[in-house]
T-cell receptor, first 113, second 117 residues
């Protein structure tokens, strides 16, 4: 069963707009990670936020984590056409007696020039 | 040069054939993983290895086997390929030599697109 579920499944915006993607999960976590995947390529790590952190920034990326709501959001500001990709959250959590990193199904982001 | 390489990049095979996908890394990481990606389903873990002598089944290991020949090499085999194993396969690595109890950033290879006819 999936731990992280992204919302929305697909997002279409214009260049310059902000893009917000959400991730919800079910069990307690050690950390939550966001990855990006260009079509048919390998995933690239964007940012990791630990369970005791509430917000992290990296360039135009802002990630928040609300452990009480078991949710995270990824905000991409001033989007560019090159941001077009799928974005996945992955949760590091205890499952079946040991830690696992479980990926969600992803949000497909399309940024139009 | 790429830190995580996969061979082959594309493979078309027939039902019943044995297939091996190979992964090599130059990052010196201890952990290696094999994932499968199907459209709309995200990544699912097939097998993972914490070190050469520690190999574990993931979420969907049936029909697959692995071998960790060295710290830098982790191969995935499909003993008798079937059409529903058609997917994009990714190898990944991560470094846990200083943090054994949590998952750090994973580094992915470029993927192998496998088609089973």
């Amino acid at each position: 069963s999936q731990q992280g579920e992204e919302d929305p499944q697909a997002l279409s915006i214009q260049e310059g707009e902000n893009a917000t993607m959400n991730c919800s999960y079910k069990t307690s976590i050690n950390n939550l990670q966001w990855y990006r995947q260009n079509s048919g390529r390998g995933l690239v790590h964007l940012i990791l936020i630990r369970s005791n952190e509430r917000e992290k920034h990296s360039g135009r990326l802002r990630v928040t984590l609300d452990t009480s709501k078991k949710s995270s959001s990824l905000l991409i500001t001033a989007s560019r056409a090159a941001d077009t990709a799928s974005y996945f959250c992955a949760t590091d959590s205890l499952s079946g007696g040991y830690n696992k990193l479980i990926f969600g199904a992803g949000t497909r982001l399309a940024v139009h020039p | 040069d790429a830190d995580v390489t996969q061979t082959p990049r594309n493979r078309i095979t027939k039902t019943g054939k044995r297939i091996m996908l190979e992964c090599s890394q130059t990052k010196g990481h201890d952990r290696m993983y094999w994932y499968r990606q199907d459209p709309g389903l995200g990544l699912r873990l097939i097998y993972y290895s914490f070190d050469v002598k520690d190999i574990n089944k993931g979420e969907i290991s049936d029909g697959y086997s692995v071998s960790r020949q060295a710290q830098a090499k982790f191969s995935l085999s499909l003993e008798s390929a079937i059409p529903n194993q058609t997917a994009l396969y990714f190898c990944a690595t991560s470094d846990h030599r200083t943090s054994r109890y949590s998952y750090n950033e994973q580094f992915f290879g470029p993927g192998t697109r496998l088609t089973v006819l």
